[in-house]
């Protein structure tokens, strides 16, 4: 009798742990960090094929899964960062790019340039040839952004699928921010 009383004690316990453990799992992952693989080359060169990265999901404010609710963000999303969101042609899909531009901005590519309301980026995160592709992203022509919506452009203009093509993010599509490579070992850096 005692026997399977420690026997069932002892799997109650394994159990506890692996339910708790799975409950603190899905927790962080859901409004803490979360990690992705990088699919394409369309971040060259800083984010290759492959590499693995930590997304900071509340920086941008939780959004409560299966509501429309979004917590209070720490920060607003700023020109430069490197977010996730969901894909606005195909909402079972993530992709990573380079913000651009937030509502109310024009943005227009000209000559491999990126002018935001006229003026062109010299931040050395946008030190690149962008081409003039898609249609909202033709040579000369100022596409202003939507309220509550973001441009975003992949590092590697040659190769990237992004608004120039499909347009706006919306607020609502915004998952996190992408911070840190944590694999392969040789790759380990905070992405700027």
Known sequence: MKRIRKRKSVIREW????????ILAMFIRTFIVQAFKIPSGSMRPTLMEGDRILVNKFIYG??????DIRLPAIR?????????F?????????????????????????????????????????????????????????????????????????????????GFVPNEYLLGEAFLIYWPLHRIRIIR
């Open 15 to 22: 159990v506890e742990s692996i339910v708790i453990a799975f």
């Open 62 to 67: 939780i959004k409560i899964p299966f509501t």
């Open 76 to 84: 607003k999303p700023q020109r430069g960062d490197v977010v996730v």
């Open 86 to 166: 969901i894909y606005p042609r195909d909402t079972r899909r993530d992709f990573i790019k380079r913000l651009i531009a937030t509502e109310g901005e024009s943005v227009q590519i000209e000559g491999g340039k990126i002018y935001i309301n006229g003026h062109a980026l010299d931040d050395p995160r946008f030190a690149r040839f962008y081409y003039n592709r898609g249609p909202y992203g033709r040579e000369g022509e100022k596409i202003v952004v939507p309220p509550d919506s973001f441009y975003v452009l992949g590092d590697n203009s040659a190769s990237s699928q992004d608004s120039r093509y499909w």
